[in-house]
T-cell receptor
Framework: DTAVSQTPKYLVTQMGNDKSIKCEQN?????MYWYKQDSKKFLKIMFS???????INETVPNRFSPKSPDKAHLNLHINSLELGDSAVYFC??????????????FGPGTRLLVL | AQSVTQLGSHVSVSEGALVLLRCNYS??????LFWYVQYPNQGLQLLLK??????LVKGINGFEAEFKKSETSFHLTKPSAHMSDAAEYFC???????????FGSGTKLNVKP
């Protein structure tokens, strides 16, 4: 069984469209994250949720909106997609939000290409 | 503020040779330190981490790293490279302030036969 899964794996879309990426973890973890990895492989945290509550919201355009229906899911919705949104988006989870010494478990990534 | 510097975006070694991937951090207090590996078209996997205690940390696949506070470094090593070690390696730091988790820019390891 996949611990952290993301769908879709690949997403190609036109500028201006709205799209969602789904993430699910079956590890029973309390905290989930979204990261963006750009073309230079630089990985940057976007959001963190603990038990369905937003914990971290980095400087991300408000076109990006995370949604957590329950603590096993953290979906990422992107409005009005732009060329610069093209990247690989990784979902991750960790056991406990209380400490940043926790190991994060990553999903396989969603490769988004905006044309 | 936290920052992570990985010297060398590309490192190439021969199979059987020593692997040394460098990571330096800037922090006013000792942070938590991690090394993750990313194989092509996959997510990141934890190799090892340092939180407290022994400064030499052993991880999976024969990798280890040593936390040197005086040098603010957490370099990753492996005595003998295997072809399967070819991947991208990321150093990351955090502090227990429930706030930030930073990754370095990554080092791509190439292993030559």
């Amino acid at each position: 069984d996949t611990a952290v899964s993301q769908t879709p794996k690949y997403l190609v879309t036109q500028m201006g469209n709205d799209k969602s990426i789904k993430c699910e973890q079956n590890l029973g973890h309390d905290t989930m994250y979204w990261y963006k990895q750009d073309s230079k492989k630089f990985l940057k945290i976007m959001f963190s949720y603990n038990n369905k509550e937003l914990i971290i919201n980095e400087t991300v355009p408000n076109r990006f909106s995370p949604k957590s229906p329950d603590k096993a899911h953290l979906n990422l919705h992107i409005n009005s997609l732009e060329l610069g949104d093209s990247a690989v988006y990784f979902c991750a989870s960790s056991q406990d939000s209380g400490g940043w010494d926790e190991t994060q478990y990553f999903g396989p990534g969603t490769r988004l290409l905006v044309l | 503020a936290q920052s992570v510097t990985q010297l060398g975006s590309h490192v190439s070694v021969s199979e059987g040779a020593l692997v040394l991937l460098r990571c330096n951090y800037s922090s006013s207090v000792p942070p938590y330190l991690f090394w993750y590996v990313q194989y092509p078209n996959q997510g990141l996997q934890l190799l090892l981490k340092y939180t407290t205690g022994a400064t030499l940390v052993k991880g999976i696949n024969g990798f280890e790293a040593e936390f040197k506070k005086s040098e603010t470094s957490f370099h990753l090593t492996k005595p003998s490279a295997h072809m399967s070690d070819a991947a991208e390696y990321f150093c990351a730091v955090s502090k227990n302030n429930f706030n930030k988790f930073y990754f370095g820019s990554g080092t791509k390891l190439n292993v030559k036969p």
